[in-house]
């Protein structure tokens, strides 16, 4: 391979053609991007940060009248599917939307009284949004309905500031509002293409926050399973505890008793479920099971025992419309709007992982922003036909992908069924336990306590573990949504750390190649004798600038104590890798002007390597290309090392921008 | 050059020697860095973020003696040029004190104006801490002092809640409060080597942040100089404007002619500095010559007009204890914390950097925890002698270089002729009037609005100048810390942004090289056939996960179309170049693979090329590496390319970990 020579060039102006350096030598130039006015630029920029997946590329080079069926499939996506809907399809359609129906009826009215709302508006909830998703959602195996979590904080959130005793419907007001306000935002979200906000929430975040929510749901339903009557309206770890034993005397065994034995039952059906995927119906089916035999039970029991409460009168009928509940003033609004945020992110981050679970499952492809704005408008709406919060389920989800749903139409078959429940069976409940609702709702959040993805993340990234106590310690002692903040705090300082102090390293030749590695991980590099070359792992920003300035020139520094104590060849010339510097700034421009001062005046030679497109253009903006001259940036370490050696053999007495160096060594002489 | 393949190798276990796939290839390994413990590796991440500079260095290898003498020196600075300290200097010193004494006099008076104190304490402030810091400062040439965006904000924060009129007492306690606070937390954060807080003040931020800092400030002296006695208390532009125009009435002609004309003096003389360095002393002379001559107008007008407010009465005398002052609970501490909080950050960041120019121009070291504890201490120490906070002001740092200063024995002759001021010359200030004051503010922070340095902003970095833009804005009209936390924001939002969405090219191979480089910047890039080379510029975490995973399917989908329309081979592997991309989190791991099992079952290959050391750790940690497979990795994108080449040439039927893909192209046959 003959060895190349790569000098800058400016597209603006003509092609420099430097003469060859040394005979079979070959002149490359490293060059700045293509020219781009400010708005070209800005438009690419744009599109990156909202169109990074370029949505509308289906609609290029078709005819109107495609690309308006295109359009309507992109709005509604059942509009691709339903025409290819076939009877086979129907069947598996029935069985896994009857399966979710059982499973979704128990979890609607646990997961209402978990948000300290009436029981029947968990099945509200169970019946208009999963329609609307089905209409908008792009997701062929997303059982829809209200989750453990998102009901946890909005009943935590709300009730902290409004009684759910003493003032039942200003709290069933705020939270259709909250749930308005977090379909609003999900919707926004979706529409102004910001779906990475989500992306926030990291994964080591969501394992402590899950967690610990779920520990929190679980001690919240001590109250039901011990039959205690006066419970404290707080959330945390302490007050739940003291309460707890503070009102020893108010435990009923009765209560106890059955719920235990319920709760052991249907933590054993989740057991043979998880071991053998197909017998997934025996947990799908345990919930409904439980409620139906503790119905019976307390119905048999009723005349001999007071002890066991039950869920009592709950209304027939269909939702009423609650468009005039919804609260646009008054003091609470902001309560409203806070605890709809919170809950929307959080509703959307499972909603959307879930759906993209299954997804990638079954190899097709969920549209994060189009999900958002499904989900948006679903709780929009629900929160006009009394709906709380909903979104994709992951247990719901997993039984429905497990019972074979091949579309959307299980969710309509699921709808059905609470419609069925809400029209006719509605007195069928009046003897369920309480009890066995924090039975239910314990045997569902058990699944979020993921000791193992902790674990893992402790193996790989003990910052990202870091974050995942955080969040979990933080929900579990101080408050959910102060908990969530901490754990994104320490995901964002975790990026900022990176940032703040970047890796730097020596690099060393492979022996009989052009490539150029780290010194301390290769055996096989070895040093080239009188260069530096480092590598700096990090955009070069203001908020590092300092610290890569005191780090390179305590290389330089420690370079020297190994030079003298090994007799080596005094050092010559810095070369600065620059692949991994990704992005530089105003205080990274000035850095590198100081540091080639600096260095000159100790007559060392300042080179860069392979400067990317972007830094490349900044250097040439802020007149720094003018300065390092045409010598000084090389396409790739190995010519740099070529080309400088080559230039001090032919010039012993160092090349022509170096004059104080010159006199420095002849001085020496 | 021998084409070389480069295999996996895992430190832990044997190395694995693969057959040579190609008569002449040599085999090489990607190797994983040497193993460490969990505590080495912390204890090597916490030396990196606290200990850059490896501060300890000059302590190895020498004698008990000589380490108590260099650790005597790394403490007291002054240990260290005292002893070398000759008469010849002194000259030097004692001029350039002098000349800084002369500007610190008024300036003093002037700055304890702004910050709503009485004028002795800026003079109080211009003895103390010159002082101490002499003792612990590591920089020759820091002029100390209170200075104008420090005494701003003290003003304006403390001043929202307690007025300096009404409670002067109660006010003056919560200044050397807030004053012990700014020093204790700049000692704290130089102690714990945090110093890389006051780094996130990014060059533009501080650009827009002084710019609005000094309109506010010239804003505020409308009062002095117009000689209106009713003046709001607030500090943003609406209300001092409005403010001013209401009360015309109270505008004094005498005192706008003396304040205007003083101040196109000051001006002048300053533009006269500007254009020649070595007439520095006709501006740093000029605000001491305004004084005196004003004050003798005055003195001579004094039976003739009263509508010229004049200092008065000043206490002789030197600073009075004030640690009785300090104030450790009540009501305001909290105010006096965050104060002193904003303060001590801001006057860092000045110190430091001005520290740091001035360093640099003499090509000395300083070293930026060190300074922060030596200003912390002195600010500490100032609070208890009724001093205000102070710290390295640019403005007399210039004067005290350009007056040729050697030593921070200037810093002593300076506090020498305060002390004489203070014992004898303090009734000459009685005359002087307050519009002078005003004058010599506005010509000291007009310099501030540094509108070049912001065109470069706009030039070399849209997002940067917005950043400014914002600070300066957020000053002007909303509030001193909120227009700061903004910009903070701001700042930290671009480094986020860049992570979120970072830049991803296509790669193609320069011909005649094993250089690898972005096909649209370079027109001597080509595509080599059949694959597909990405490389990513940025760490791979959890903000971009999601969104890299759409980008490449993109490019993928693209890249697709562009063989469809140019007949070119089909795609038939995917190499990430991953030089670029310096870290990895769960997250990320989880995308890779998620990536790899996407594209084995659309028959595509994935390899990755030159991950760094820190992401091969955590790849080979979470077992990720076992499931690529030793060929899935290579050492750079020219041996992968040569690699999998030779690999189809010598097995058509494509490679062993591909069944899928083979069977494939067999039924296509």
Same mark, same amino acid.
């Given at each position: 391979?003959?060895?190349?020579?790569?000098?800058?060039?400016?597209?603006?102006?003509?092609?420099?053609?430097?003469?060859?350096?040394?005979?079979?030598?070959?002149?490359?130039?490293?060059?700045?991007?293509?020219?781009?006015?400010?708005?070209?630029?800005?438009?690419?920029?744009?599109?990156?940060?909202?169109?990074?997946?370029?949505?509308?590329?289906?609609?290029?080079?078709?005819?109107?009248?495609?690309?308006?069926?295109?359009?309507?499939?992109?709005?509604?996506?059942?509009?691709?599917?339903?025409?290819?809907?076939?009877?086979?399809?129907?069947?598996?359609?029935?069985?896994?939307?009857?399966?979710?129906?059982?499973?979704?009826?128990?979890?609607?009215?646990?997961?209402?009284?978990?948000?300290?709302?009436?029981?029947?508006?968990?099945?509200?909830?169970?019946?208009?949004?999963? $329609?609307?998703?089905? /209409?908008?959602?792009? #997701?062929?195996?997303?059982? !829809? *309905?209200?989750? +453990?979590? =998102?009901?946890? %904080?909005?009943?935590?959130?709300?009730?902290?500031?409004?009684?759910?005793?003493?003032?039942?419907?200003?709290?069933?007001?705020?939270?259709?509002?909250?749930?308005?306000?977090?379909?609003?935002?999900?919707?926004?979200?979706?529409?102004?293409? $910001?779906?990475?906000? /989500?992306?926030?929430? #990291?994964?080591?975040?969501? !394992? *402590?926050?899950? +967690?610990? =929510?779920?520990? %929190?749901?679980?001690?919240?339903?001590?109250?039901?399973?011990?039959?205690?009557?006066?419970?404290?309206?707080?959330?945390?770890?302490?007050?739940?505890?003291?309460?707890?034993?503070?009102?020893?005397?108010?435990?009923?065994?009765?209560?106890?008793?059955?719920?235990?034995?319920?709760?052991?039952?249907?933590?054993?059906?989740?057991?043979?479920?998880?071991?053998?995927?197909?017998?997934?119906?025996?947990?799908?089916?345990?919930?409904?099971?439980?409620?139906?035999?503790?119905?019976?039970?307390?119905?048999?029991?009723?005349?001999?025992?007071?002890?066991?409460?039950?869920?009592?009168?709950?209304?027939?009928?269909?939702?009423?419309?609650?468009?005039?509940?919804?609260?646009?003033?008054?003091?609470?609004?902001?309560?409203?709007?806070?605890?709809?945020?919170?809950?929307?992110?959080?509703?959307?981050?499972?909603?959307?992982?879930?759906?993209?679970?299954?997804?990638?499952?079954?190899?097709?492809?969920?549209?994060?922003?189009?999900?958002?704005?499904?989900?948006?408008?679903?709780?929009?709406?629900?929160?006009?036909?009394?709906?709380?919060?909903?979104?994709?389920?992951?247990?719901?989800?997993?039984?429905?992908?497990?019972?074979?749903?091949?579309?959307?139409?299980?969710?309509?078959?699921?709808?059905?069924?609470?419609?069925?429940?809400?029209?006719?069976?509605?007195?069928?409940?009046?003897?369920?336990?309480?009890?066995?609702?924090?039975?239910?709702?314990?045997?569902?959040?058990?699944?979020?306590?993921?000791?193992?993805?902790?674990?893992?993340?402790?193996?790989?990234?003990?910052?990202?573990?870091?974050?995942?106590?955080?969040?979990?310690?933080?929900?579990?002692?101080?408050?959910?949504?102060?908990?969530?903040?901490?754990?994104?705090?320490?995901?964002?300082?975790?990026?900022?750390?990176?940032?703040?102090?970047?890796?730097?390293?020596?690099?060393?030749?492979?022996?009989?190649?052009?490539?150029?590695?780290?010194?301390?991980?290769?055996?096989?590099?070895?040093?080239?004798?009188?260069?530096?070359?480092?590598?700096?792992?990090?955009?070069?920003?203001?908020?590092?600038?300092?610290?890569?300035?005191?780090?390179?020139?305590?290389?330089?520094?420690?370079?020297?104590?190994?030079?003298?104590?090994?007799?080596?060849?005094?050092?010559?010339?810095?070369?600065?890798?620059?692949?991994?510097?990704?992005?530089?700034?105003?205080?990274?421009?000035?850095?590198?002007?100081?540091?080639?001062?600096?260095?000159?005046?100790?007559?060392?030679?300042?080179?860069?390597?392979?400067?990317?497109?972007?830094?490349?253009?900044?250097?040439?903006?802020?007149?720094?290309?003018?300065?390092?001259?045409?010598?000084?940036?090389?396409?790739?370490?190995?010519?740099?090392?070529?080309?400088?050696?080559?230039?001090?053999?032919?010039?012993?007495?160092?090349?022509?921008?170096?004059?104080?160096?010159?006199?420095?060594?002849?001085?020496?002489?």
């Amino acid at each position: 391979m003959g060895v190349t020579s790569n000098r800058v060039e400016d597209f603006s102006s003509h092609r420099i053609n430097t003469e060859p350096v040394m005979p079979g030598m070959e002149i490359h130039t490293v060059c700045l991007s293509p020219k781009k006015t400010t708005l070209q630029k800005l438009k690419q920029r744009l599109s990156e940060i909202f169109f990074p997946d370029d949505p509308l590329y289906r609609f290029k080079n078709q005819t109107w009248r495609k690309k308006l069926l295109l359009g309507l499939q992109f709005l509604f996506p059942i509009f691709q599917w339903a025409p290819e809907y076939r009877l086979e399809l129907l069947r598996s359609d029935i069985i896994s939307g009857l399966t979710i129906a059982s499973l979704a009826i128990p979890q609607g009215i646990s997961y209402a009284k978990l948000a300290n709302l009436p029981p029947i508006v968990g099945l509200y909830s169970s019946f208009v949004p999963p $329609l609307i998703y089905a /209409i908008l959602g792009s #997701s062929s195996h997303l059982g !829809v *309905g209200p989750v +453990s979590i =998102a009901s946890l %904080i909005m009943g935590s959130m709300l009730s902290e500031t409004v009684s759910p005793r003493d003032e039942p419907i200003l709290y069933l007001k705020l939270a259709f509002t909250a749930t308005f306000f977090a379909g609003l935002f999900q919707a926004s979200l979706g529409l102004l293409r $910001l779906g990475f906000v /989500i992306d926030f929430l #990291s994964k080591a975040t969501l !394992v *402590g926050f899950m +967690s610990g =929510a779920a520990v %929190i749901v679980s001690l919240q339903q001590l109250k039901g399973l011990l039959g205690i009557s006066h419970f404290t309206s707080k959330m945390q770890f302490i007050p739940v505890m003291s309460s707890v034993f503070k009102h020893r005397d108010e435990w009923s065994w009765q209560t106890i008793v059955m719920g235990f034995s319920f709760l052991v039952f249907m933590l054993t059906t989740r057991h043979i479920s998880m071991k053998r995927a197909k017998l997934f119906w025996v947990s799908a089916a345990a919930p409904l099971t439980s409620v139906i035999l503790s119905t019976l039970l307390v119905f048999c029991l009723r005349l001999k025992t007071h002890k066991i409460s039950f869920i009592g009168h709950l209304p027939k009928g269909l939702n009423p419309p609650s468009a005039n509940m919804l609260y646009f003033s008054g003091p609470d609004l902001e309560l409203a709007i806070k605890t709809g945020i919170v809950t929307g992110i959080l509703s959307l981050t499972e909603g959307i992982s879930v759906g993209r679970t299954f997804a990638a499952l079954k190899n097709y492809h969920v549209d994060g922003n189009k999900e958002m704005m499904a989900i948006g408008l679903m709780n929009m709406a629900g929160s006009c036909s009394s709906c709380f919060v909903t979104t994709g389920s992951f247990s719901r989800s997993a039984v429905n992908y497990n019972a074979g749903a091949q579309t959307a139409v299980s969710n309509i078959v699921m709808a059905t069924a609470v419609l069925v429940t809400l029209l006719f069976l509605m007195p069928l409940f009046y003897y369920t336990p309480n009890v066995i609702l924090g039975a239910i709702i314990i045997s569902a959040v058990i699944g979020l306590i993921d000791y193992q993805a902790a674990y893992c993340l402790w193996k790989v990234d003990k910052l990202d573990f870091l974050a995942c106590l955080c969040s979990f310690f933080g929900v579990l002692f101080i408050s959910v949504p102060l908990g969530l903040g901490i754990a994104v705090g320490v995901s964002v300082f975790k990026i900022l750390l990176h940032v703040t102090r970047p890796n730097s390293l020596i690099m060393g030749n492979i022996k009989g190649t052009q490539i150029y590695h780290s010194l301390s991980r290769y055996k096989e590099a070895s040093r080239v004798p009188s260069f530096l070359i480092l590598a700096i792992e990090s955009p070069i920003y203001f908020a590092n600038s300092t610290y890569l300035q005191e780090r390179i020139l305590r290389w330089i520094r420690e370079e020297d104590e190994w030079i003298k104590a090994n007799d080596g060849s005094p050092l010559k010339c810095i070369i600065l890798d620059m692949t991994a510097v990704t992005a530089i700034d105003t205080s990274g421009i000035d850095l590198l002007c100081e540091l080639r001062k600096m260095l000159e005046k100790r007559s060392l030679k300042l080179v860069l390597a392979n400067p990317v497109g972007s830094v490349m253009e900044k250097l040439h903006q802020s007149k720094m290309l003018d300065s390092f001259g045409l010598n000084g940036i090389y396409l790739a370490v190995g010519e740099a090392v070529a080309d400088i050696s080559a230039l001090w053999k032919s010039q012993p007495d160092f090349p022509e921008d170096c004059n104080e160096t010159r006199q420095c060594r002849e001085t020496k002489r």
